[in-house]
Structure formats: structure tokens, C-alpha cells
């Protein structure tokens, strides 16, 4: 589309703020989800249903952001969602109970949804001004944010900091941060730059009804989004109770799970661009999957602090570009308004998060976590039978 402009390069940077804020805050809870076990007395199961508040929350609440970003736009949907899960946050680790535990991670995965998707329909944006693949990079940022907050809040907790404490410094800094990227955001109607590459092409926007054609590829890229899912909250949920409760890990390892995948998913998403440019994201998905088939399966069959490690890092790397991937995919649906095929994808892929938690805690409370985790290789198996839905590698350009 020409020359960059400054205005594109400092929304690149608020947008990258965005999705890094988005990865830090939530994830400084993560390695907490012991100590709120264990101060709650909950269960297993009890645990997993918790949890499982919030992909509810982001299914049932999740489907009003492109309401939202047809009425106030992206820039302004994403900033506020991500201020408010900052202040959210905070409730987390001061719910006094199971019940009001649930209440604040329904409304924790309501808020995320609602800036996961706008963020991305943002991210969107920017990478039509630049003309090539950029979204992967986001993702990266987010996963650096996801590490860092994982970190954190297995530092916390070795060094005893209360909760209430570690989650209001974590929320303050993630108000302030939307509040500085919002300055920079693009303005204007989120199909600007759409249209703007349509008369580039010589073609026209046109927005249209949605058959079965549509639907179909909706429910495809879900189902492929959703079993990513599946793999990324094995390590967000589970990680650091399987190394504890199991392996006899102490707390500070213990997050090491989370940080584990988290961190080798970030180096598949910041490296994502050039791989997807060399391989197409079909059959990069594909190489993914086989990485969480054999790095989990090997993990569970023969289990140690070591190998679950190695497992979570592999699984991580395998599911790096699959949900910017679908996400893309999504979004260059025709027929469809500014943030509609993001949204979605969104909502199907979060369905993955809502059943993995309780699923992989009943079997956890009926044997063992080790058991339930192998969700994990059987979600591997999924991505590869349904990454043909995705383009393959794109000829070079002369």
C-alpha cells in the first residue's frame, strides 16, 4: 500500500502495547491457582469448574465485541475491556469463596474476549497499512507478556507476597498502559484500510449474506482454534498443579509449566512470519501438530519434572501461529462486517478453554491430572486433521 507512515508505525507499537498488557496481567494469576486452592479448600473438580468460569464468560459475553467494534470501533473496544480487566483482576485473589471466585473469572473471561478480539481486529488494521504479515508478531508480544506475567507471579509466590498486593500493582500498571496506547490507535471506521486495498486491487468491498460456505469454514477454524486452546490452557491451568501435586515440584518450578509453553510459543510466534512466508500456514499448522503429539505424549508416557517441561515447551511451540493463523483466516471471510470472523473464531475457540478445565479435573479427581492431560496429544491429533483449511504457501512475488 506505499510508504509507512509514522502514524502506522506508532499505532504498530500501541497496538504491540496492547497485546503485550493483555498477555501480563491475567497470567501473573496463574501460578497463584495453587495457594487459591489450598486457601479456598477446594477440590480438584472444584478447581477446574472455577476456572471454567471464565471461557463461559468469554462465550456467553464474548459474541457483543463486534457489536461493540461496529458502534465504538476497535481502538476504543479494546482499550477499555483491557482497563477494566486490570481492575478485575485484583478480585481474583481477594474472593473470600468458590462462588464469587467463579463471578470474578466470568467476568475476567467476558473482559478478555471482548479485548482479544478487538485487539486483533486492531492488529488488522495496522498490517493492511504495512502490506505484509505482521499479526504473528503481536501474538509473539502477547506471549512475551504471557512469560513475563507467569514469571512474576511465580516470583510472587516463592517470596510470599500477598495476593491482594501482587494483583493491584499488576492491574495499576495494565490500566496505565491501555490508557497510553489509546492515543495512538488508528482512527476512523475500522474497514478504512480494507476498502482502501480493495481500490488498490481494483476490486470492490463488497459485504454480503453468509451461507453455508461461510458457516462452514467458521466451524472449521474453530474447531482448529478450539483444539489450540485445549493445548495452551494445559499449561495456563494445570501446569503448576501437575508439577506440585504430582511430580513433587516446589512452587517456584511449579510455574515454570505455564512459563514453559508460554515461552516456547513465543519464540514460534515472533519467528511465525518468516516460517508461515517459507512454509504456508497449512503446513506449518500441521508441523505443530505433530509437535504436540509427540512432545506431550512423550511427557505423559514416561513423566518427570524434566520431560513435562520439555512437553509443555514443545506443545507451546506447535500451537505458536495457529490462532493468528485462524484468526486471519477469519477475517478475510467476504461478506462479513470489521471484526465478525475474529469473533466467531473467538467464540468457538474459547468453547476449548470451557471444557478442558472441568474435563481434565473430574478425571484428575477420579485418577490422576497425569490422565487427564492427555487431552493434550488427542487435541495434537485434531490440528492435524483440520489444518487443510488453511492457505498454503503463497507463490513469490516478481
Same mark, same amino acid.
Given at each position: 500500500?506505499?510508504t509507512v507512515?509514522?502514524?502506522?508505525?506508532?499505532?504498530r507499537?500501541?497496538?504491540?502495547?496492547?497485546?503485550f498488557t493483555?498477555?501480563?496481567?491475567?497470567?501473573?494469576?496463574v501460578p497463584?491457582?495453587?495457594?487459591i486452592?489450598? $486457601?479456598?479448600?477446594?477440590?480438584?473438580?472444584? #478447581?477446574?469448574?472455577?476456572?471454567?468460569?471464565?471461557?463461559?464468560?468469554?462465550?456467553?459475553?464474548?459474541?457483543?465485541?463486534?457489536?461493540?467494534?461496529k458502534?465504538?470501533?476497535?481502538?476504543?473496544?479494546?482499550v477499555?475491556?483491557?482497563?477494566?480487566?486490570?481492575?478485575?483482576?485484583v478480585?481474583?485473589?481477594?474472593?473470600?469463596?468458590?462462588?464469587?471466585?467463579?463471578?470474578?473469572?466470568?467476568?475476567?473471561?467476558?473482559? $478478555?474476549s471482548?479485548? $482479544?478480539?478487538?485487539?486483533n481486529?486492531?492488529?488488522?488494521r495496522?498490517?493492511?497499512?504495512?502490506?505484509?504479515?505482521?499479526?504473528?508478531?503481536?501474538?509473539?508480544?502477547?506471549?512475551?507478556g504471557?512469560?513475563?506475567?507467569?514469571?512474576?507471579?511465580?516470583?510472587?509466590?516463592?517470596?510470599?507476597i500477598?495476593l491482594?498486593?501482587?494483583?493491584?500493582?499488576?492491574?495499576?500498571?495494565?490500566?496505565?498502559?491501555?490508557?497510553?496506547?489509546?492515543?495512538?490507535?488508528?482512527?476512523?471506521?475500522?474497514?478504512a484500510?480494507r476498502e482502501?486495498?480493495a481500490?488498490?486491487?481494483?476490486?470492490?468491498?463488497?459485504?454480503?449474506?453468509?451461507?453455508?460456505?461461510?458457516?462452514?469454514?467458521?466451524?472449521?477454524?474453530?474447531?482448529?482454534?478450539?483444539?489450540?486452546?485445549?493445548?495452551?490452557?494445559?499449561g495456563?491451568?494445570?501446569?503448576?498443579?501437575?508439577?506440585?501435586?504430582e511430580l513433587g515440584?516446589?512452587?517456584?518450578?511449579?510455574g515454570?509449566?505455564?512459563?514453559?509453553?508460554?515461552?516456547?510459543?513465543?519464540?514460534g510466534?515472533?519467528?511465525?512470519?518468516?516460517?508461515?512466508?517459507?512454509?504456508?500456514?497449512?503446513?506449518?499448522?500441521?508441523?505443530?501438530?505433530?509437535l504436540?503429539?509427540?512432545?506431550?505424549g512423550?511427557?505423559?508416557?514416561?513423566?518427570?519434572?524434566?520431560?513435562?517441561?520439555?512437553?509443555?515447551?514443545?506443545?507451546?511451540?506447535?500451537?505458536?501461529t495457529?490462532?493468528?493463523?485462524?484468526?486471519?483466516?477469519?477475517?478475510?471471510?467476504?461478506?462479513?462486517?470489521?471484526?465478525?470472523?475474529?469473533?466467531?473464531t473467538?467464540?468457538?475457540?474459547?468453547?476449548?478453554?470451557? #471444557?478442558?478445565p472441568?474435563?481434565?479435573?473430574?478425571?484428575a479427581?477420579?485418577?490422576?491430572?497425569r490422565?487427564?492431560?492427555?487431552?493434550?496429544?488427542?487435541?495434537? #491429533?485434531?490440528?492435524?486433521?483440520?489444518?487443510g483449511? #488453511?492457505?498454503?504457501?503463497?507463490?513469490?512475488?516478481?
Open positions: 500500500m506505499g507512515t509514522g502514524a502506522a508505525v506508532r499505532a507499537v500501541a497496538v504491540a502495547t496492547v497485546f493483555n498477555g501480563f496481567v491475567f497470567a501473573n494469576a497463584r491457582y495453587p495457594e486452592k489450598d $486457601d479456598l479448600g477446594l477440590s480438584h473438580t472444584a #478447581l477446574g469448574t472455577a476456572i471454567a468460569a471464565m471461557p463461559l464468560g468469554a462465550l456467553v459475553i464474548g459474541l457483543l465485541a463486534s457489536p461493540l467494534i458502534r465504538f470501533g476497535s481502538a476504543w473496544t479494546a477499555v475491556a483491557l482497563a477494566l480487566l486490570g481492575v478485575n483482576v478480585f481474583i485473589g481477594t474472593a473470600p469463596g468458590f462462588a464469587l471466585l467463579c463471578a470474578a473469572l466470568f467476568i475476567a473471561g467476558s473482559l $478478555d471482548i479485548t $482479544d478480539v478487538a485487539m481486529a486492531h492488529g488488522m495496522v498490517q493492511r497499512l504495512y502490506g505484509r504479515s505482521i499479526l504473528n508478531f503481536f501474538h509473539g508480544l502477547w506471549s512475551v504471557a512469560v513475563l506475567g507467569g514469571l512474576a507471579g511465580a516470583g510472587a509466590a516463592q517470596a510470599g500477598p491482594p498486593v501482587h494483583l493491584a500493582v499488576a492491574g495499576a500498571l495494565t490500566v496505565g498502559a491501555a490508557a497510553m496506547a489509546f492515543r495512538f490507535l488508528l482512527p476512523g471506521p475500522d474497514d484500510e482502501a486495498a481500490d488498490d486491487a481494483g476490486r470492490p468491498a463488497v459485504r454480503g449474506g453468509i451461507g453455508w460456505p461461510v458457516i462452514r469454514l467458521l466451524a472449521v477454524l474453530g474447531l482448529l482454534s478450539g483444539a489450540a486452546a485445549v493445548v495452551e490452557d494445559s495456563s491451568s494445570w501446569g503448576s498443579v501437575y508439577l506440585r501435586g515440584a516446589n512452587a517456584a518450578v511449579g515454570l509449566g505455564f512459563a514453559a509453553l508460554q515461552g516456547a510459543q513465543t519464540v510466534r515472533l519467528l511465525g512470519d518468516r516460517v508461515v512466508h517459507r512454509l504456508g500456514d497449512r503446513d506449518t499448522s500441521r508441523l505443530g501438530g505433530l504436540v503429539v509427540t512432545g506431550m512423550a511427557a505423559l508416557l514416561w513423566p518427570s519434572v524434566p520431560s513435562t517441561l520439555a512437553g509443555f515447551a514443545l506443545a507451546g511451540l506447535g500451537i505458536a495457529l490462532i493468528p493463523a485462524a484468526f486471519h483466516a477469519a477475517d478475510e471471510i467476504p461478506g462479513l462486517w470489521p471484526g465478525a470472523g475474529i469473533t466467531v473467538a467464540f468457538l475457540l474459547r468453547i476449548g478453554f470451557l #471444557l478442558s472441568p474435563l481434565v479435573g473430574v478425571v479427581d477420579a485418577s490422576s491430572i490422565l487427564g492431560l492427555v487431552v493434550v496429544p488427542l487435541a495434537g #491429533l485434531v490440528i492435524l486433521l483440520t489444518s483449511i #488453511l492457505e498454503g504457501r503463497r507463490p513469490a512475488r516478481g
